[in-house]
C-alpha cells in the first residue's frame, strides 16, 4: 500500500479501519482568537482490529503534529504529501506488542486557515462586542482541527477540556460537565469540560465560542443565541419539546441527552447541521412564523435517529442520512399539518430537485443517488438530490407495501436494528427484504438498478395529493397565460399574498419550471404590487429573486447579489451567483461583489462559489 492510498472503507479518507479504530478521543484545546488556532492535544483511545497492526494512519489537513507519545515514549510520524481536498495522512509506527486496546497522545496545533472552523471579528456578530468561533465538520473537515480517523466508518465517544476568554461562552457537540472552572494562574481564562458517552464519527464533533445566551424551552431543550435575538429565537423554536416527542413516537426513545438548539450568525452555509445535543441552525429561519423553524427542528431532530445513530460507511451511501433525514421530517410533518401538507412538502422537494437537474453540469456524479467517490470531495457532488431522491424511494417503498401502517413500524425497528452502526445502501435492501419477507414479490418488482445507480429524476413520482399544490398552478397559468394588456385583471384575490408560505415557494418553482418563460413586464407588475421588496421569508425571496435573474431583468441584479452577500446560505448564494455568472451583464458585478465578500462566508461556500465563477480551481 502507498502512502497515498486511500482508506479501504471510506475512499474519503486515508486511516487504515481495517486494521485499527478510534474507540474514545480525549481532547485538551486552547482556544486562541488572536491566532486563530485550536492549541492543544488528543488523547486517542485505539482497538486493534487485527492483532498485527505495527502502525496507524490518520487524516490529517493543515495540522501542525508537534509530538506523538505511546505511555511517555516518543513516536516516529510522518505526514504524506498533500492530496487536493483531502489533506494529508500521518502515519504513526507502533512499538511491538501494544496492547489490544492502547492509547496515543498527540500534540498539534491546528491552522488558521481550518476549514472546520469559521472565526468572525466583532463587527461580524450582532452584538459587535466580542468574536465568535464556531465548527462545521461534516463532511470531511473535522481532520483540520483534530488528527483523526476522519470517516463515518469509525465511531467514539469523547470528553474534552477547553479553555477560552471568560466571557465567552463555550459549547461542544456532547453535555457538559458542571460549570466552567478558573485556572489557576491564567485569569483570562475558564476551562470548561464536556463528555459525549454514545459513539459518533468524527463530522458530528463541532464547537462554539461566543457572547450567548439561553432560554429554556423545556428540562431538556434550550435556544441558545446572541442576547439580541435570543428571546425572537426562543419563540420561534418554541415547539422544540413537542416535536422530539413526536419523534421519539415515531423513531424511538431519544438516546442523547439534551436537545439543545444553536442559531448561528448570517453567514452561516446551512439550514441545520446535525450536530448531537446541540443542533446548530441558520437564523434565517427566525422570521415570526415557525414555518422554517419547525422544518428545521423536524430535519435536524430527526438525524438523532437518521445519521447520527443510524450511520453510514462513507458518503457513497450519504442518501440514507438525508432521504430517510427527509423521510422522518415529512412524517413529523404530517403529525402535526396532516398527510396532505406531508405530500405537499414532498412535491415542493421534487421541484427543487428538478431545477438542481436541470441546472447539473455534472449529472453523471451530481444525480445519482448512491455515487462512487473515488477521488471525488463529497463536497463537490453535494445537493439535494440524496434528499429528494431518496425521500422518494422511501415513500414509494412505503406505498407499494401497503401505507404508513405497515411501513411505520419498519421506520422504527430499522432505528433500532441499526442503532450504533455505520451501513451501506445494500445492508438498507437486505434489512428491508428480511422486514419484508412475504412481500419478497412486490419488492423485486422495484427497478433498484435505476434507483440506486440512474441519473436525473426518480423513476417513479408517487401520486401524491395534488390539493396545496393545484392551487399555486392556477395563478400560475393565470399570470402565465394574461395577455399584458390585461395584467390589471390579475391583481383580484385569492392572489399571492393569499397563499401558505410553503405554497408562495411552490408559485415561484411552477413559473420557473414552466416552458413559458415570463415576460419582465409581468414580474415588474407582481414586483409593484405585492411589494417583493419586502417579503421576509428567505426561501421565498430566493426563488423570487432566481426568478427575475434568469428572465434577465436588469434592475434587479443589485437586489440579488444583496441577498446573496448578508446572508450565507449556500443553497441560495450559489444558484445567485451561478445564474448571474452564467448572463454577461451580471457576470462582472457578480464576480466582483463575490470577491468583495469573499472573506464573510464559511470556508466551504466561498471555496464553492469560487469553483462556480472559475475564480479557483
Ligand atoms: N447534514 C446536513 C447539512 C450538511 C450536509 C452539512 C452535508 C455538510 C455536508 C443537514 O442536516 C441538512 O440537511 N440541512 C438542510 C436543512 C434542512 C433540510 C431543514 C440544509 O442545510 O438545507
Ligand atoms: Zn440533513
Not at 483540520?144 to 476568554?165: L, W
Not at 459518533?200 to 450567548?212: E, F, G, H, M
Not at 444553536?262 to 439550514?271: A, D, K, V
Not at 412524517?331 to 415542493?348: D, M, N, P, V
Request: net charge negative.
Amino acid at each position: 500500500m502507498g502512502i497515498n492510498a486511500l482508506s479501504k472503507n471510506d475512499p474519503s479518507s486515508f486511516s487504515n479501519t481495517e486494521e485499527v479504530v478510534i474507540r474514545h478521543a480525549h481532547i485538551s484545546w486552547l482556544v486562541d482568537f488572536k491566532k486563530q488556532t485550536l492549541a492543544g492535544s488528543v488523547r486517542l483511545t485505539f482497538e486493534k482490529v487485527i492483532d498485527s497492526v505495527s502502525k496507524v494512519v490518520l487524516d490529517i489537513k493543515d495540522i501542525d503534529v508537534k509530538k506523538v507519545t505511546f505511555d511517555e515514549q516518543t513516536l516516529e510520524f510522518q505526514k504524506s504529501p498533500t492530496v487536493r481536498t483531502f489533506g494529508e495522512s500521518l502515519t504513526i509506527s507502533l512499538p511491538k506488542n501494544v496492547p489490544k486496546t492502547f492509547n496515543v497522545i498527540i500534540q498539534y496545533e491546528s491552522s488558521p486557515k481550518a476549514q472546520a472552523l469559521q472565526w468572525l471579528s466583532p463587527e461580524q456578530t450582532a452584538g459587535k462586542t466580542h468574536p465568535y468561533m464556531f465548527s462545521q465538520c461534516q463532511s470531511i473537515h473535522c481532520r483540520t482541527i483534530m488528527p483523526c480517523q476522519d470517516t463515518p466508518y469509525v465511531k467514539f465517544t469523547y470528553s474534552a477540556e477547553v479553555d477560552a476568554d471568560a466571557e465567552l461562552t463555550v459549547l461542544l457537540s456532547g453535555v457538559s460537565t458542571g460549570t466552567p472552572e478558573d485556572i489557576p494562574g491564567r485569569t483570562t481564562l475558564r476551562r470548561h469540560k464536556f463528555e459525549q458517552k454514545v459513539t459518533i464519527p468524527s463530522y458530528l464533533l463541532a464547537i462554539v465560542v461566543a457572547k450567548i445566551s439561553f432560554r429554556t424551552i423545556s428540562p431538556r431543550v434550550n435556544v441558545w443565541a446572541e442576547e439580541q435575538i435570543v428571546e425572537a429565537a426562543a419563540w420561534e423554536f418554541g415547539q422544540a419539546e413537542e416535536q422530539l416527542k413526536i419523534a421519539e413516537e415515531i423513531c424511538g426513545p431519544y438516546e442523547w441527552g439534551r436537545y439543545d438548539l444553536l442559531i448561528l450568525p448570517p453567514s452561516f452555509g446551512y439550514g441545520g447541521m446535525e450536530n448531537p445535543c446541540i443542533n446548530f441552525i441558520t437564523p434565517t429561519c427566525v422570521v415570526g412564523d415557525r414555518t422554517h423553524a419547525v422544518a428545521a427542528i423536524a430535519h435536524e431532530a430527526s438525524h438523532s435517529w437518521t445519521g447520527n445513530s443510524v450511520g453510514i460507511k462513507n458518503y457513497e451511501h450519504f442518501w440514507l442520512n438525508e432521504g430517510w433525514t427527509m423521510f422522518v421530517q415529512r412524517k413529523i410533518e404530517s403529525k402535526l399539518f396532516g398527510e396532505k401538507y406531508r405530500h405537499f412538502s414532498a412535491i415542493l422537494g421534487l421541484h427543487e430537485m428538478r431545477n438542481v437537474v436541470n441546472d447539473s453540469k455534472h449529472p453523471e456524479i451530481e444525480t445519482n443517488l448512491v455515487k462512487n467517490l473515488a477521488g471525488i470531495d463529497p463536497e463537490d457532488v453535494y445537493n439535494n438530490v440524496p434528499y429528494e431522491k431518496g425521500h422518494t424511494l422511501l415513500f414509494y417503498l412505503e406505498t407499494l407495501l401497503g401505507g404508513p401502517e405497515m411501513f411505520d413500524p419498519f421506520v422504527k425497528s430499522y432505528c433500532q436494528h441499526f442503532k450504533g452502526k455505520a451501513i451501506t445502501t445494500d445492508d438498507f435492501k437486505a434489512y428491508l427484504y428480511k422486514s419484508f419477507a412475504s412481500k419478497k414479490d412486490v419488492l423485486d418488482s422495484v427497478d433498484w438498478q435505476t434507483w440506486f445507480f440512474g441519473l436525473g429524476m426518480p423513476p417513479v413520482i408517487p401520486d401524491y395529493d395534488k390539493t396545496l399544490s393545484e392551487q399555486c398552478t392556477i395563478l400560475v397559468q393565470k399570470w402565465l397565460k394574461c395577455p399584458e394588456a390585461e395584467i390589471d385583471t390579475l391583481k383580484s384575490s385569492p392572489g399571492f399574498k393569499d397563499l401558505s408560505p410553503l405554497q408562495q415557494r411552490e408559485y415561484f418553482d411552477q413559473l420557473g419550471l414552466s416552458d413559458e418563460i415570463i415576460s419582465i413586464k409581468k414580474l415588474e407588475e407582481l414586483d409593484e404590487w405585492y411589494n417583493m421588496k419586502t417579503l421576509r421569508d428567505t426561501e421565498v425571496k430566493f426563488r423570487w429573486l432566481r426568478l427575475c435573474i434568469r428572465a434577465q431583468w436588469e434592475a434587479k441584479i443589485g437586489e440579488a447579489i444583496e441577498f446573496a452577500t448578508i446572508q450565507g446560505r449556500m443553497k441560495f448564494v450559489r444558484p445567485l451567483f451561478r445564474s448571474m455568472y452564467d448572463w454577461p451583464a451580471a457576470r462582472d458585478r457578480a464576480v466582483e461583489a463575490f470577491k468583495a465578500h469573499r472573506g464573510e462566508y464559511m470556508y466551504i461556500t466561498a471555496h464553492q462559489v469560487a469553483l462556480d465563477l472559475q475564480l479557483d480551481s
